[in-house]
């Protein structure tokens, strides 16, 4: 047991060049204030790639709805900021909670199908909420898209200005926080049975 759990710190262990590309990135708004717009964006993206990497790369479970979930919990935290509260933090919250939801609904059928099985049920949610979307558009704004979200100031101090810097300064600090997050516990005894289930998925249920 002690041999796994050294083999798991020493895998987790970060990279010389990691911290300075950190460090790098979350300076990038002040560096390239002109992008910073463009910064967030690719933070967003980042952290999309991120949550991806986690089922597909490291459990194997192949996703074709994946922007289902990604898309709940941005309406979500949307319509909580225009209907009941426009703080960033708190519609942060909402967002992981309303797409962890979905997740749970969706895991008992995902993890226990077969492969044709999960493609087809991913697939369907992606499809249906989608649909959902587009049709519920006195809440959703349809294909127009939410229209008249308007974020509180961060933390009470820093308000989201047209230039994006707050904005692309948020993405990079939650897309870190993720990263740091998702690193150990895809490095912890938990993320050991990610990758079980990954090799071979009917020994590991």
Known sequence: MSNTQDLLRQTGRWKRW????????LASPLLLGSHALIINEIAIVALFALSLDLILGFTGIVSLGHAAFFGMGAYSAALFAKLVMPDPLVGLAVGIATAGVLGALCSATILRGTDLTRLMV???VGLILGELANKLDWLTGGAD?????????????????????????YSLTVLALVFIITRRLVN??????????????????
Do not use: C, H
């Open 18 to 25: 990691e911290i300075p590309l950190w460090l790098l990135a």
């Open 122 to 124: 991913t697939l369907g």
């Open 145 to 169: 898209g939410l229209q008249g979200v308007v974020m509180g100031p961060l933390l009470g101090q820093f308000e989201f200005d047209l230039y994006g810097r707050v904005a692309a300064w």
């Open 188 to 205: 912890s005894p938990f993320g050991a049975t990610l990758k079980a289930i990954r090799d071979n998925r009917l020994r590991a249920m």
